[in-house]
């Protein structure tokens, strides 16, 4: 059973009064996608007015509707109910649906693996709720909210961030017993600034986190480590890392291209635990470490830690395999990238046999830095022994230039879509890579 499944839900967690009660199967605020006995938000953006299409809502299904635009101030509809603003609405009752819980709640912020790492916590944790999607922002966020059940022993969300402030109003939704930063690395640089504005951010998550909870952070900064540790002292510190100076560390690493394999360490735990995951790469070593602290420090048994991971078999929304042109293997990265998340791409293309091909579109929001960015990550291919590099917008040019011979540059989406034809082979692995606003998707159904 969900947190809202009726209006007296609703009079309890925003304290007023609704004059026509009903019950709720679905919360949403797109009309386009409504289902019967539904409870709409509407929603301003940018480009929309959620508002205007309230009256559509209704009748398509809806049984009440959240407005706050000033034209609905006097309606008589009973079924619509105005509000200030709709989205600080959801806030208000999300902060209430927390404040009355009483399992544990987990958020997860970082550059890198917020995804993956909630997918792995929420998993191997019993009767737990999560994220949907990824929805992790101050609409997202409520909305996966109110599609957990109230039934649920752990709440397990990320929350994103393109500016500052941002991660501080959505743990304020949360104020977690458990804050994860997965990392800090390039990202949202438009807005940010530069690497300080990155963690500056991310770190907001700690003044949110609960008296005597605990903050699951990496060690492989100690300037970041040490200004962390400032932030609070009544709150635990967990570290994970690649080194043995980590507390979750890991040993004999094998990563293949159908998994990774490894033992975690740490001053905490008399026996190592054994991980055997179809999770990929170096990065999901570091995230697997980060879900494991989160289980050592709620006092769960690591063994069956193990054995849930090494069981399940992770449905990834990233780094998707299937065969392609010529019997290749395509690596599916379209969803979005920046450089830290790019280089670690490399990394896991760097672990196959064939002939190895990046087709990389422009990273976006990288603000002053994006050219040197750009062809950071050409080198970077380059010293991985990337076989060929195929660099898509204005941008990727650059990265282009950066990895040097055998590097191939495209302005015309037509003219990249014949040379793969022409050139990919059967055995060649190729992985398509790019920022969402470069549709990098178009280029798989050639």
């Known amino acids: 059973m969900k947190f809202i499944t009726n209006t007296h839900d609703l009079e309890k967690y925003l304290e007023i ?3 026509k009660h009903s019950s709720f199967k679905n919360i949403s605020i797109d009309t386009r996608k409504i289902k019967k006995n539904s409870l709409f938000f509407a929603i301003k953006g940018d480009n929309f007015n959620g508002n205007d299409f309230a009256e559509d809502a209704l009748k398509n299904g809806a049984l009440t509707a959240f407005v706050d635009d000033k034209k609905f101030i006097n309606n008589t509809n009973k079924r619509i109910i105005y509000v200030k603003d ?3 609405t959801l806030r208000k009752i999300c902060r209430n649906i927390i404040k009355n819980y009483d399992g544990k709640v987990i958020a997860i912020t970082g550059s890198n693996g917020k995804t993956t790492t909630t997918n792995i ?6 009767h737990s709720s999560s994220t949907i999607k990824n929805f992790n922002n101050q609409i997202g966020l409520p909305l996966s909210i109110l599609n957990s059940s109230r039934e649920s022993k752990y709440l397990v969300y990320e929350i994103g961030a393109s500016k500052l402030k941002d991660i501080d109003y959505l743990s304020k939704i949360l104020n977690p017993h458990i804050g994860i930063i997965t990392n800090i690395g390039h990202s949202h640089l438009e807005h940010l600034k530069n690497i300080e504005g990155v963690l500056k951010v991310k770190s907001e998550i700690i003044s949110n986190i609960k008296k005597n909870g605990c903050l699951i952070v990496p060690n492989c900064n100690q300037k970041h480590l040490a200004y962390w540790r400032s932030i609070r002292d009544d709150i635990d510190v967990i570290t994970f890392g690649l080194t043995n100076s980590a507390d979750f560390y890991p040993s004999n690493i094998k990563l293949t291209s159908i998994g990774v394999d490894f033992f975690i360490e740490s001053k905490y735990l008399k026996n190592n635990i054994q991980i055997s995951s179809n999770l990929e790469g170096k990065h999901n ?3 697997i470490l980060a879900s494991c602290a989160a289980h050592y420090y709620l006092k769960k048994d690591l063994n069956e830690f193990s054995k849930e991971i090494n069981s399940l078999k992770f449905v990834v929304s990233r780094l998707k395999k299937s065969k392609w042109i010529n019997n290749s293997t395509l690596i599916d990265d379209t969803y979005n990238a920046n450089p830290d998340s790019t280089k670690k791409s490399i990394d896991l293309l760097s672990n196959y046999n064939g002939k190895t091909y990046l ?3 422009d990273m976006l929001e990288l603000g002053r830095y994006k050219r040197s960015l750009h062809k950071e990550v050409g080198q970077y291919a380059y010293t991985k022994k990337i076989d060929t590099f195929i660099g898509f917008g204005e941008l990727a040019k650059y990265s282009v ?10 302005d015309q989406e037509d003219e990249l879509k014949d040379y ?3 050139n990919i082979s059967k055995n060649d692995v190729i992985l398509i890579k ?3 606003g470069m549709r990098m998707e178009r280029f798989i159904n050639v």
């Open 86 to 88: 709709t989205i600080q």
């Open 401 to 410: 230039y950066g990895f040097g011979k055998n590097g191939i540059f495209f």
């Open 285 to 287: 070593v570091m995230n």
């Open 17 to 19: 009064k609704i004059k």
């Open 359 to 361: 087709i990389l579109g």
């Open 434 to 436: 790019g920022s969402r």
């Open 121 to 126: 916590i929420a998993k191997t944790l019993d």
């Open 420 to 422: 793969l034809i022409q």
